[in-house]
Every structure is written in C-alpha cells, then in structure tokens.
C-alpha cells in the first residue's frame, strides 16, 4: 500500500512520514518544492492552494492523510474510489457550525470527507507543542515573550504522538468512522510553557502577557476573532487532557518538556 502525506515536511506531516516508515509503508510525500526524502518515500512537488494540484500524486495510493482547509481536497476526494483518508482536523470542530471561522473551516473539510464513499478517520488535537516554535522571532530580539491568553492552560500534544495515531489509522483495521480528539498529557499555561522552554534552552525568560485584542490583530481576521473565542468561551476544547492517544497506542502522551528537549536546536 501507498500512503499519500499532505503536509509532509510540517510539524505534523514529518510525523506521520516517520511513524509511517516506521510500519513499513511506502509513502507519496507532497511538497510544494523539490527535496531530498528518506528511503521509501518518494516525493510529489504540488500546491494544495491549487484545486487539483495534487490529482496526479494519487497514482496507486490507497491511504491519504489529509490537511484540513486546502484547495485540493476537491479533487482528491473526486479521483480517490477505495481509500482510506485521515484528516487532520482540530478540537475546535467540537463546536459545530455557530460563525466560528476555525470551527468553519474544519468542518467543511470534515464534510466533504464524509460526503465521500470513501472510508474516514477525523483527528482533533488541540494546540499543538510545535506552536512554541512561533516564539522564534521574538527570542533571537530578547528574553521576553509574549503570548495570549494566559490564564487558559491548553494540554498541548506533541505532534510525534498525531503522527503515531495517523499511521496506525491509516494502517490498520477498526478506525473507520471514528473521530478522536487528542491532548497532551498536561494543562499548562503560557507562563509555565516559557519556564519549561528557558529551562530547555538555558536562558532567563520572561513571560508578558498579550491582550485579547493584541491576540485578534496579530492573528488577523478572521482567525483572531474566532481563537479568541475558543480560548474565552469553550477553553476546556484546549484544556481538557484527552485519553485517546494513551488507549490507542498504549504509552501515554508526549509531554512538553521531552518535546523541547528533542527540538531545542530548532530555536
Ligand atoms: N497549530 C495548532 O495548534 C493546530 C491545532 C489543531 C490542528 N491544527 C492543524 O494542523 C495542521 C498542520 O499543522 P502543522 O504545524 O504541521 O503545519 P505546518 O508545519 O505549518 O505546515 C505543514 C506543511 O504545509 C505546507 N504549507 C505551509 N503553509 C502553506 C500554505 N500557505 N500553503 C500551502 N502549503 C503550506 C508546508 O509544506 P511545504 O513548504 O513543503 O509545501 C508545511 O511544511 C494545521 O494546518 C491545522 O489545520 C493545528
């Protein structure tokens, strides 16, 4: 079987190519650019923005991990007849349709999957660990970062262990129809994500807190407005620790500080 990763070089998509591998299956990694890939991958160069660009990766594949929101979805969903698709949707879906463009946009994705003939697995974490990586620019300016909502304490999942359940849907028997929310292992504030990642990186941070409304413009519209209301209105889509991810694979869930230990380098 082949296996066809939207995503592939993502924080998220690199996870599945590996734990994919790791079962021996043969995967079509999609890139918007020429790369080099490991052995039993074999790349295709397309842009999901563009509605059937990545029609022509579908050549033998039987299993396709799906990004949520991308132009391509169409026509994937149109030339696939027997495969099974795990879409990487988000624990904001649990919302449903009430004008949250987050919820929105996930959901539409979800739809059109299960519209399909086609045999689906929906995952939603919530935020992801790798989302400390956004924290970049501000680290190489100073030792202060700013972050929103920091009275809210989202279980962030590693996304070694999305990887590991996407591979093991998209793998194995039993997981058709199922929708798995997934957490990290532990509520934590902003606050104590900056600790945790100044002990990583051995430096003296400081935590500021952002506004609301600092939050809403640097997210921009009209993704601000609605994970401002995820974070004020229905935190516990963030906060609540999952079982799922301990029942599927047997191990509990990554926590942050392994996450920043194994990624210190790229900061
Ligand atoms: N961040 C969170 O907290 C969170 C929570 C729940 C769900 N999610 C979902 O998880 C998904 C994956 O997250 P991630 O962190 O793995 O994503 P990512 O690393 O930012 O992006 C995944 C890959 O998609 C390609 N890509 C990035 N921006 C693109 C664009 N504008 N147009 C087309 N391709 C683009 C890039 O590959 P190439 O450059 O190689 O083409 C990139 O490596 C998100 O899109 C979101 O829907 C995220």
Redesign the pocket.
């Known amino acids: 079987m082949t296996v066809l990763v939207m ?7 690199s996870q599945v190519v590996a734990a994919l591998r790791e079962r021996g299956a043969p995967v079509r990694a999609v ?3 020429e790369r080099p890939w490991p052995d039993g991958v074999d790349g295709f160069v397309g ?3 563009v509605e059937h660009g990545l029609d022509e990766a579908l050549d033998g594949v039987d299993a396709v991990f799906m ?4 132009a391509a979805q169409t026509g994937l969903l149109q030339h696939l007849s027997t495969a099974h698709v795990v879409l ?1 949707s ?2 904001s879906a649990d919302l449903g349709h009430g004008g949250n463009a987050m919820a929105a946009m ?1 959901l539409g994705s979800e739809q059109a999957v299960s519209a399909s003939a086609l045999n689906w697995t929906f995952l939603r ?4 660990q ?2 400390l990586l956004q924290w970049r620019d501000q680290l190489a300016k100073g030792d202060v970062v700013r972050a929103p909502f920091g009275d809210v304490s989202p279980a962030m999942i590693d ?1 070694t262990d999305i990887g590991a359940v996407a591979a093991l849907a998209l793998t194995t028997p039993d997981h058709e129809g199922q929708t798995y929310r997934l957490s990290g292992p532990a509520p934590l504030t902003p606050g104590e994500q900056v600790a945790l990642l100044g002990e990583a990186l051995g430096r003296e941070l400081v935590n500021r807190p952002m506004t609301d409304d600092e939050a809403r413009e640097q997210m921009g519209s009209p993704y601000g407005d609605a994970a401002v209301e995820i974070f004020r209105d229905h935190a516990d889509l963030e906060t609540e620790v999952q079982p799922t991810v301990e029942r599927l694979l047997g191990r509990p869930p990554g926590a942050l500080a392994d996450w920043l230990a194994r990624n210190a380098e790229r900061f």
């Open positions: 995503g592939a070089t993502g924080n998220v998509g890139s918007r650019r842009d999901p923005n990004m949520s929101g991308y990487l988000a624990s996930h974490p919530c935020s992801l790798s989302n996304p």
